[in-house]
């Protein structure tokens, strides 16, 4: 049962090799290019502290709002196509990270992901609320690799964060309306205000819609992977004296339409093109999400250093129908019936201080999360209804965190870092089989852990624009807990998984600043790595999602990342990583060694290139153009629950845009194609129970459009 999408030549491929290999060959001749086309220094608040993204001792990749637009990231999927070694994907209607082959498919209430995801400094504890925040950023940082001192918990693969554009102390308006295929519509506004000399608000708005990706074959309202988002944020920024700010923030979503969909695995294997997105969904799904957050950030600059508060609290509600398989002649299908309501609060203090050879951050954080569950699936075989109650479910974590940076020489620089963690989960709840109810299961439980985890690094710089480090870390995420109580499931409860990382690295800016290269090798030994898949109760024939410990997994890696600056009007991107990821101790069944195999979504290749260039003309006026493509060698999906393993074969995708802007720059006019080879790419898999057939999700298909863009 494998799926193979070989890389193979195609006219677009030597296309693009053929541009850039021209392209760089006129780059070689040109020895002084032009001081506006050098690379330029990136600021980044990776390490909770101002400072240049060259001089961050930690594998990095940073992603310009101006590069999100162009790109056409409207979700946090569009970074699987501008980071290296990163997956993103929405499965389920839950937004799934995997970084470096480490991710986590427990999106329940009791779920805890494996990478951190956050917005402004506020991490989102819930998956299916973490994709509609990609409107009005600054930038995107994304960190490979445990994150365990300054993040936490949860951030064993590493963290994301979304850096949202702030208040500017001038007027500005914008806004962009963009029509493409599939019916897609989305328009951008944003309104920036300058109130009086203390006080700046800044308004932002997006709307997404566009039909479904999948054709279902019954004639559906909606199709399935389509869109339909409104999403608005709100700052205000009060500048109180130079020393002392107060950064108030609210934002809202709203997700509608059918949702995120599959189709049969025996579809996507056995047809191509158009066929492959061929879905029989056995009934019209709805969604009726929305999502709400508040948040206040207080800095004030002392004697003793830069001190930050912050409160945040989130909202998150789901009203979902969702089919449960795919249609079937002659049956009555299942369908799967979603209200959920979560809650969560945080708190964290933190003081970052510069004394002599010294530099510290240290906090302290405080997080709690509550939820309330009610999870219907209606016909299902043999038992008629399954019933899921939870409430409520309880996650609380305390924290107290420290890190200094030591400067041997001005040169040399040594850090340590440790981070105390105490984690408490619980639930209570029930499930019910039968329509009326024949059996009831209670579900009860809590768990408790106190860890430490810890970052000892050094960093040296060969020269003023040239640093190479080290670092060894830990990882942590929180164990949890199955399906029943003590007395009724052995597997109750699952432990901790724990992640040991060496990595070695080299950040540097060349030939003028013209080019700038990230080089990063690294190893995990990683234990207890939490493995989540859904099984049948053979007492009941019910389902159940079960997480239990892998035993041991080893990730070896090398990345390559860098731009370079060609003649006074182009820039190339590329990337090129490697990664070997696989278990050393694993047995998903009894009797069955999976020792040796791949971890999910681990490619051990993965290679992309890019060219982009402006041409301007005598009336001031631009024209840039972008051509790329990206090659991924192929990875597994993993069925943990029957023990197998599918294949996604090597695939490569491209994209072009065109932007034209006047001398004026009050308008823009903007033309892509996405996915130029129309590439169907499997991005996760759905095992198979009762008459539900195994499915697969897949990454969008081609997608070209136009936005048109005015500055007020």
């Known amino acids: 049962m494998t799926h193979h999408t070989g890389f193979k030549p195609t006219a677009t491929a030597a296309a693009v090799a053929a541009l850039l290999a021209s392209i760089s060959g006129a780059a070689l001749a040109q020895t002084t290019p032009p001081e506006d086309n050098r690379l330029q220094e990136v600021i980044v608040t990776a390490q909770r502290i101002a400072q240049p993204a060259s001089k961050t001792p930690l594998s990095l990749s940073v992603v310009s709002g101006d590069d999100l637009k162009q790109a056409g990231a409207v979700n946090a999927s569009s970074l699987t196509e501008l980071v290296p070694n990163v997956q993103v994907s929405n499965n389920g209607g839950a937004t799934t990270i995997s970084i470096r082959g480490v991710s986590s498919a427990d999106n329940t209430e009791k779920g805890d992901p494996s990478a951190s995801f956050n917005v402004d400094g506020v991490n989102l504890a819930r998956p ?24 936490g918990r949860n951030a064993t693969a590493g963290a994301i964060n979304l850096i949202t554009n702030k208040p500017s102390n001038r007027f500005e308006s914008s806004a962009a309306v963009e029509v493409g295929n599939y019916h897609g519509v989305k328009f951008d506004g944003m309104l920036n205000v300058k109130v009086s000399d203390m006080l700046s608000l800044r308004t932002a708005v997006s709307t997404s819609k566009h039909d479904g990706y999948l054709r279902s074959t019954q004639g559906f309202s909606h199709n399935y992977d389509d869109d339909d988002s409104q999403s608005a944020r709100v700052h205000a920024l009060f500048k109180f004296n130079p020393d002392v700010s107060l950064l108030l923030s609210g934002d809202t979503s709203r997700l509608k339409g059918a949702g995120a969909g599959s189709v049969p695995y025996a579809t996507f294997v056995n ?33 003793a250093g ?11 509600n789901r009203d979902e129908y969702t089919p449960f398989g795919q249609s079937t002649p002659g049956v009555v299908d299942p369908y799967t019936r979603v209200l959920a309501d979560y809650s969560q609060l945080s708190h964290e203090l933190r003081l970052a201080s510069m004394f002599g050879k010294w530099k510290t951050i240290g906090g302290l954080y405080w997080f709690k999360e509550q939820s309330a569950l009610d999870v219907r699936i209606r016909n299902f075989p043999a038992l008629g209804v399954l019933a899921f109650i939870q409430n409520p479910t309880i996650s609380a974590s305390k924290a107290a965190f420290g890190e200094a940076t030591y400067s041997l020489t001005p040169e040399l620089h040594l850090i340590a870092g440790v981070r105390r963690t105490k984690d408490d989960k619980s639930r209570q709840g029930f499930s019910q089989y039968g329509d009326p109810v024949f059996f009831s299961s209670v579900n009860d439980a809590d768990v408790h852990y106190v860890q430490t985890t810890g970052r000892l690094g050094a960093d040296y710089a060969l020269s003023k624009a040239v640093m190479v480090y080290g670092t060894f870390a830990t990882g942590y995420k929180a164990g949890g807990f199955n399906d029943g109580t003590a007395a009724t499931n052995r597997f109750l409860r699952y432990d901790p998984e724990h992640l040991k990382s060496l990595e070695v690295g080299l950040k540097g800016r060349f030939l003028d600043n013209r080019l700038q290269v990230s080089t990063a090798a690294f190893t995990y030994d990683y234990k207890d790595l939490q ?75 993965t290679f992309g290139l890019g060219y982009s260039h402006t041409w301007s003309f005598e009336d001031g006026a631009s024209l840039t153009a972008y051509l790329g493509t990206r090659f991924s060698s192929s990875y597994v999906l993993n069925d943990y629950g029957n023990a197998k393993q599918f294949t996604q074969g090597s695939f490569h995708k491209s994209d ?12 823009s006019l903007q033309a892509y194609v996405r996915n130029i080879e129309d590439k169907t790419v499997m991005t996760g898999y759905g095992a198979p129970s009762g008459n539900r057939p195994d499915t697969a999700n897949l990454a969008p298909p081609r997608t070209m459009g136009v936005r048109v863009g005015v500055n007020f």
């Open 128 to 151: 299916q609320s973490a994709g509609l925040a990609f409107y009005d950023l600054e930038r995107v940082e994304v960190l490979r690799g445990p994150q365990g001192t300054l993040y």
């Open 531 to 605: 493995l989540t898949g859904v099984a049948v109760d053979p007492a009941t024939g019910a389902l159940q999602t079960q997480t239990l410990n892998a035993g041991q997994a080893s990730v070896r890696g090398l990345e390559v990342e860098g731009k370079y600056a060609v003649g006074g009007a182009g820039k190339i991107n590329f990337s090129l990583t490697t990664l070997d990821a696989h278990f050393k101790t694993y047995s998903p069944l009894q009797g069955v060694n999976w020792a040796g195999k791949r971890l999910e979504k681990s490619p051990r290749a």
């Open 306 to 316: 830069e001190i930050t508060y912050q409160l945040a609290r989130r909202t998150l």
């Open 271 to 303: 047809q191509s093109g158009d066929a492959q997105r061929t879905a029989t969904p056995s009934i019209q799904g709805k969604l009726d999400d929305s999502a709400h957050g508040t948040s206040g950030e207080l800095k004030v600059n002392t004697r």
């Open 656 to 667: 072009f845009n065109l932007n034209y802007a006047p001398s004026d720059f009050r308008w």
